[in-house]
Nanobody, 121 residues
Framework: VQLQASGGGLVQTGGSLRLSCAAS????????MGWFRQAPGKEREFVAASWTGGNTYYADSVKGRFTISRDNAKNTVYLQMNSLKPEDTAVYYCAATRGIWRTRPHEYAYWGQGTLVTVSS
């Protein structure tokens, strides 16, 4: 599975962005998809996931503000980010894994290249 993330940019506090992650290769629908982020000097952290079977899961820090969705027909997963805060500034990565309930980076085998989100105060 090859992943290509896009949609990052500069936005003011309170604004919105939608990230996209296009997957190539087979069996997209059989993979759980996750979004992670990494701020400068910090470890990569889990943001949201869409498990195979339709369930979604969010980090507490983004719950109620971010929404993950997927379109299996287009092999694409999205991350709608609303009410953005300066602390959301990071490089955002999409990732794919087999199985469900995976929230740690080492549990994901496939990674996109990252897209930078900058939230100005």
């Amino acid at each position: 599975v090859q992943l290509q993330a896009s949609g990052g940019g500069l936005v003011q506090t309170g604004g919105s962005l939608r990230l996209s992650c296009a997957a190539s290769g087979r069996a997209f629908s059989s993979h759980s998809m996750g979004w992670f982020r990494q701020a400068p000097g910090k470890e990569r952290e889990f943001v949201a996931a869409s498990w195979t079977g339709g369930n979604t899961y969010y980090a507490d820090s983004v719950k109620g503000r971010f929404t993950i969705s997927r379109d299996n027909a287009k092999n694409t997963v999205y991350l709608q980010m609303n009410s953005l805060k300066p602390e959301d500034t990071a490089v955002y990565y999409c990732a794919a894994t087999r199985g469900i309930w995976r929230t740690r980076p080492h549990e994901y085998a496939y990674w996109g290249q990252g897209t930078l989100v900058t939230v100005s105060s």
